[in-house]
């Protein structure tokens, strides 16, 4: 493997000094990108993911097109369930649909244990053309679901608006709650693994649906799951990016998980959690992704505010507080970019300075 | 007007000693009641919001059926909207659907100026016929949505998942914005002001929407408008509650609005809000509303953990975090106003004690 030309995203992932703040955005392979649409009109989003060639050619066009400074795997936290035998729709407009939503026992016992190396080898061998042709330019995330963000669509099945299914079942049986969660914590686990093994630089944990959850709860469901997946991974120096989206408490004790990196959303003050956490981990975000609707002067504008916010030295990754919307106009996203690589530079001398 | 028999809910609005919790529910006169189904087959929401007498009906409701210790009038907060010339269906499942969003200067200047006492006569008739059919049991609250939180809606014109369209609008023309935001902190201070006037012993100004925005964009486009509404509500001593969901940060600025009440989601921690805001300000909550889907074991304990997060001492108003939601059975709801009638009494004892 090729040493790396850009290394900044991995250095400032665990603090150490940089001559500029990193960026790269949540969603960037995505439908914002006219390119990513051009490929997509050729095969559906399942079949992009399980397409070796079709994943690496749209992982790389955001670090051409757009300049982030780490590439992150095209794929989808549904593979996990899907390799485990849960059959989903991709539906456009409404997202992905399970043939057969997990709701008892015995819908539990049917689940599978996956080997990554045989059931998600696609991923895998994406990864391995990915890194071929970044050829070292910037380092490559892989990424998985949470435990609980796995579950809580396993259960529902689709979309929800109240969680009522994944609430029920919690509250009512939440000894098969935690024997899922178990099983779940195992298979990210090994696919985390094996993402590093095939050559992913670094990862990122998605909770996407740990801030529907009370404090207590979050704490029982996900955050104890986020800490086992943590504590098994396989890794030799490869930093973990832990982003759960709507959870504004408990950031000591998400910071506590073993994670070297905390996501933010654009809810959070990021001067003020890094305050609380910032000398125990690295802090990514935290635009409002609206704010890529704006023209070039608000972009600015509140660009500086967050990093601002953060203040001088490392440990800050920059990047949206949530996905890029697929509306965005991507010469918005690539102001962004350019911003906050040149702006950022004196936010790294004050640092050398001190 | 009759003297109150249970005016449990103002005293704990005012932070007076109080000898046991009150508790309401917000949406209690809603779809988890057969009898508000009932009264829901003859006719349409809309319907309902502009006839006095089926808004009294199902505003008593939950009085009689579930025991809670004040009433809310039904209605929507989208009546301002359409009093000021916006139509809007009411389609199931999907919620309200404008028929000509908000988008611009020329959508802006269409709005009419409105006068409660006409344009929203149907409002205040309801609550007087309300008022002499609860005859003192207990205290009748109004409420309107936050400047806010109706701009949302008539800017999005329907349910939103990214909020595209109001946050293009604020961001690429918040001149625009703080026009319309301005007339209709005026139309909510003269509706409230005209629900008090016609009886209501308390307002509630729902910010359905604040946790949308960051915590800048908060504080400019939401909690702003909400102090001026608070400002210029003309009352005795009937106290105002604030309820901004998801809107985690910024507690200390809420609760110097001008607000009696602040209300809190279930994502927060009740003991920390009452450290922070509660020598100045009483607190509202914060049951997750999906607890009711429990057994009553379950129901029971968190209930506990509520009212011991709290601690001992009047200025709690127990509710859930959000709506109760439509599939819940109602006996989980009385049992939940029971027990918390029964098991909060402790924890005022404990109070006199002092």
Chains 1, 2 share one sequence.
């Not at 579950?151 to 049986?173: A, P, Q, W």
Request: glycine share 8%; net charge positive; proline share 5%.
């Amino acid at each position: 493997m090729s040493e790396l030309k850009n290394d900044l995203f991995l250095r400032a992932c665990k603090r150490l000094p940089v001559e500029r703040t990193p960026i790269w955005i949540m969603r960037q392979a995505g439908r914002y990108l006219p390119e990513y649409r051009a490929v997509r009109e050729k095969a559906d989003f399942i079949t992009m993911c399980h397409t070796p060639e079709l994943a690496a050619e749209v992982t790389i066009q955001p670090v051409k097109i757009i300049g982030v400074d780490a590439a992150i795997i095209f794929s989808d936290i549904l593979v996990i369930p899907e390799a485990m035998g849960m059959k989903f729709d991709m539906i456009e407009s409404r997202g992905p649909v399970f043939h057969h939503p997990l709701r008892n026992e015995e819908d539990g016992k049917q689940l599978k244990r996956i080997d990554p190396g045989k059931d998600l080898k696609y991923v895998l061998d994406a990864i391995s053309l990915t890194k071929r042709e970044l050829n070292g330019s910037v380092p490559l995330i892989g990424f998985s679901g949470s435990p609980w963000t796995l579950f809580t669509y396993m259960v529902e099945g689709k979309g929800s608006k109240n969680f009522s299914y994944i609430k029920k079942l919690i509250f009512n049986n939440p000894k098969l709650a935690h024997k899922v969660l178990d099983l779940l914590s195992d298979a990210v686990a090994d696919y985390l693994s094996a993402k590093i093994e095939a050559g992913v630089n670094a990862v990122q944990i998605f909770d996407t649906w740990g801030g529907i959850l009370s404090q207590n709860d979050f704490e029982e469901f996900s955050l104890y799951y986020i800490s086992k997946v943590i504590s098994k991974i396989k890794r030799n120096n490869e930093p973990i990016i832990v982003f759960s989206k709507g959870v504004h408490f408990k950031l000591d004790k998400i910071a506590a998980s073993g994670a070297d990196v905390i996501g933010l959303d654009w809810t959070m003050d990021l001067g003020e959690a890094r305050k609380k956490i910032g000398g125990k981990v690295a802090l990514q975000g935290n635009l409002d992704p609206t704010v890529l609707y704006a023209k070039p002067d608000k972009i600015k504008e509140e660009t500086i505010k967050i990093l601002n916010s953060f203040g001088a030295g490392s440990g800050h990754i920059f990047n949206l507080g949530h996905g890029i919307l697929p509306d965005v106009d991507p010469e918005n996203a690539k102001y962004l970019v350019q911003f906050v690589k040149e702006e950022s530079k004196v936010f790294h001398k004050i640092d050398a300075k001190k």
